[in-house]
């Protein structure tokens, strides 16, 4: 149990902007992305909203609860909707907004944070919620065990101190950059029925449904959890998951009305029912869906970086945006979303599709003829197709290139253990925010140990001075070289900076999503 100590009482931090780019200490370092439009303001649907009533959702993959510490997309539907965390960003302005923390005091050398904790918060359980529950989220996120990608900012605090049950201080070892990311996405779970979570046999958060029934790799039932916190919330009495392997036969099922919402149907798909008024596609405004292909450095030849570069010279990145994506995105050779401080155009522009520079490439490394597998996620419908254009293109440029895939579980083991046998597709996310949270913590791009096995002191020593970045032009000077070092290294060769999208009956409104594209469904109804 973390120690006790009297309370602090370190500057107040004002719940602005302004406010929070001081507190986080990179001046202007977080920029707006546009509004998030729930699809009660874009929806004209037929009929009329009402409380009550069951939505009927499907999604491709299972969803994996002992991935829940960190962002992983079959857990889109369960992570807001069975947990809370502490602050939610909003999505005009990025700052971040109560939740379980009511409010907040930073002290004025930026080492230390202490929350006010909401009353009158309960788990599923019946069981209170307390400081303890805080500070065992944080401790389980420092553990070997527990893979997140904000897991380096856990590993930051120095000490834990539950001043009373609603007050807990942080003390950091030093300032860091991006702290409210990992409020966002820390989901604070029952420290009782972890063991259990972990298997996936009692799922126990504070949100505002509770888990009713969860048949692994066949979906879950929710039910409205009565003793939610916020009051009149939420409006649906129950949600139904149900895992649907082909993207075409969740079309088929929202078509015939046995589902209302599709989470990341493939895009083709979803532009089958664009011109039919009883559906609609709502694009995440979070622009949080980085597709990449990336190279395990330690399989040859991708452990040469000229090979690795005529891979991002020989990929077709247009094609892959409109015949895989349905034009949805931007194409992009670096890992950020438009919105990010770390976007730069000119050097998102660097490659483009040039087979003769790929072969030249292919030919100086003495390459020509090599082997290369090229497995994807397939609980992810795009990564299919995606895996198509590469092959393709790979084999282009003269080298002898296989697609294989590999179900979701497998390839996530795989790829937080770096054990991918070649290049891998996937999507990624973390581009969206603070720079520092990818590079020190999602799994492609990790600096202290990355999917691909890429170890680079450099690329150490500029993400660790991008996180402690108290400056703008500091950040500034660390991102712009990060930058070039990605270009040149190319272990991952971002295609498209794309986002999630939500295909939904317009009888579904007040769909709303965190910065993570955890599904809020407070306020939605079925009409």
């Not at 918060?121 to 500070?135: E, L, M, N, Q, Y």
């Not at 420290?191 to 879950?220: H, M």
């Amino acid at each position: 149990m973390p120690s006790h100590t009297p309370a602090r009482t370190p500057e107040r931090l004002v719940l602005s902007r302004r406010g929070l780019l001081a507190a986080i200490g990179v001046g202007g370092a977080l920029l707006a992305v546009p509004a998030c439009r729930s699809a009660a303001e874009e929806s004209t649907g037929k009929g009329s909203a009402r409380k009550g009533g069951t939505l009927k959702i499907a999604q491709t993959a299972d969803i994996a609860p002992a991935t829940l510490f960190g962002q992983n997309n079959p857990n889109f539907t369960i992570a807001r909707t069975v947990f809370n965390t502490l602050t939610e960003y909003d999505h005009k302005t990025l700052d971040p907004k109560p939740g379980l923390a009511e409010s907040w005091t930073i002290a004025a050398d930026q080492k230390s944070i202490t929350l006010k904790l909401r009353k009158g918060v309960t788990f599923h359980s019946g069981r209170p919620f307390t400081s303890a529950d805080v500070a065992f989220a944080l401790e389980n996120l420092t553990k070997e065990t527990t893979a997140s990608q904000l897991k380096h900012v856990a590993l930051a605090i120095e000490k834990i101190t539950e001043d009373d049950e609603h007050t807990i201080t942080l003390d950091l070892a030093h300032p860091v950059s991006n702290l409210f990311d990992l409020f966002e996405i820390l989901l604070i779970v029952d420290k009782e029925s972890i063991d259990e979570l972990l298997k996936g046999t009692k799922i126990i958060g504070t949100g505002p449904f509770e888990v009713a029934n969860y048949t692994p790799g066949t979906g879950f039932e929710l039910k409205k959890y009565d003793g939610y916190w916020e009051k009149g919330v939420p409006s649906l009495d129950a949600v139904e998951v149900t895992v649907v392997g082909q993207s075409s036969s969740m079309v088929s099922s929202l078509r015939s009305g046995g589902t209302h919402l599709l989470v990341d149907v493939a895009p083709l798909d979803a532009a089958a029912v664009k011109g039919d008024d009883r559906f609609e596609v709502t694009v995440s405004d979070a622009h949080d869906s980085g597709f990449y292909v990336a190279s395990n450095v330690k399989v040859k030849p991708l452990d040469d970086k000229r090979v690795r570069q005529a891979v991002a010279w020989a990929v077709d990145r247009d094609r892959i945006l409109s015949q895989v994506l349905g034009g949805i995105g931007t194409v992009t050779s670096l890992p950020w979303a438009t919105s990010s401080p770390a976007y730069d155009k000119t050097k998102a522009a660097h490659y483009r599709r040039d087979l003769a520079k790929a072969k030249a490439l292919i030919k100086e490394a003495g390459a020509s003829g090599k082997t290369v597998k090229v497995v994807y996620n397939a609980g992810l419908a795009t990564n299919a197709k995606i895996a198509e254009i590469v092959q393709y293109d790979l084999t282009q440029i003269g080298l002898k290139a296989k697609a294989e895939p590999l179900q979701a579980p497998d390839f996530l083991a795989r790829l937080q253990s770096g054990a991918l046998p070649g290049l891998f597709i996937n999507g990624h996310g973390f581009g969206q925010l603070h720079p520092a949270t990818l590079v020190k913590g999602a799994f492609p791009f990790n600096a202290e140990k990355n999917a691909s096995n890429f170890d680079s002191d450099e690329y150490r020593a500029l993400a660790d001075a991008l996180w402690k970045a108290t400056e703008e032009s500091a950040a500034k000077e660390a991102s712009d070289r990060l930058n070039d070092l990605l270009l040149e290294e190319q272990f991952v060769s971002d295609l498209v900076a794309s986002s999630h999208t939500f295909t939904r009956s317009t009888k579904v409104r007040g769909l709303n999503w965190t910065m993570y594209d955890y599904l809020d469904l407070d306020a939605t109804t079925v009409g």
